[in-house]
């Protein structure tokens, strides 16, 4: 199967829901981040974790390396936060980065 | 001030054309690399290069050169250019490898 499994595919949200997001990796991976890519196709980046967890004020990311997964929370989604929604995985053998295939989340008024 | 950038941001070419990608980053960083984006696919990485002068083969670099030929600069070439290799393109750097990267705006390649 593919090494980065995102889920779900696609996400939509009304305003102020709060919903998660999963990335499963076929293999232990080194570490894991987590992008947005916004309406105009720019990729931000929101966090780096290689083990625990790490949050930036609505957003919240868990990366557990033994059980080969990661997660993203949005809390109280808002419109901005639409976008396409990457994880990415560093592969311990060869130190590269996989990427999974993205969640389009779509926040409704 | 974007510390990655790339241009052209678009690019229309026909088939066998030949087309230069380039990327300039001013974070100082030892790593660039180069990812194509296509549905269905999130990024792939084409190439890699761990400073100048240096080149490592990504995961799909079919049909793609690349040069890294400063610090700054990385440079991504399709000598001849196929209907396939239309994309979005993105470069980006980081200190190390497997590091945090930062993504430039992204090029979008036509190929006719």
């Known amino acids: 199967g593919m090494p980065v499994e995102q889920n779900p595919p696609a996400l939509s949200l009304y305003e102020g829901a709060d919903s998660g997001l999963r990335c499963n990796f076929s293999t232990t991976m080194k570490s894991v981040q987590w992008f947005q890519q916004n309406h105009r196709g720019r990729l931000i980046t929101l966090f780096y974790l290689a083990q625990g967890t790490k949050e930036n004020g609505r957003l919240k990311s868990t990366f557990n390396s033994k059980e080969r997964y990661s997660t993203l929370h949005i809390k109280d989604a808002q419109l901005e936060d639409s976008g396409t929604y990457f994880c990415?995985?560093?592969?311990?053998?060869?130190?590269?980065?996989?990427f999974g295939a993205g969640t389009r989340l779509k926040v409704i008024a | 001030e974007a510390a990655v950038t790339q241009s052209p941001r678009n690019k229309v070419t026909v088939t066998g054309g030949n087309v230069t990608l380039s990327c300039r980053q001013t974070n100082s960083h030892n790593y660039m690399y180069w990812y194509r984006q296509d549905t269905g696919h999130g990024l792939r990485l084409i190439h890699y290069?761990?400073?100048?002068?240096?080149?490592q083969i990504g995961d799909v670099p079919d049909g793609y050169k690349a040069t890294r030929t400063t610090q700054e600069d990385f440079f991504l070439l399709l000598e001849l250019a196929s209907p396939s290799q239309t994309s979005l393109y993105f470069c980006?750097?980081?200190?190390?490898?497997?590091?945090?990267?930062?993504f430039g705006p992204g090029t979008r390649l036509l190929v006719l």
């Open positions: 990415a995985a560093e592969d311990t053998g060869n130190y590269k980065y996989v």
């Open positions: 980006a750097s980081s200190e190390e490898l497997g590091g945090t990267q930062y």
């Open positions: 290069s761990y400073g100048a002068g240096n080149l």
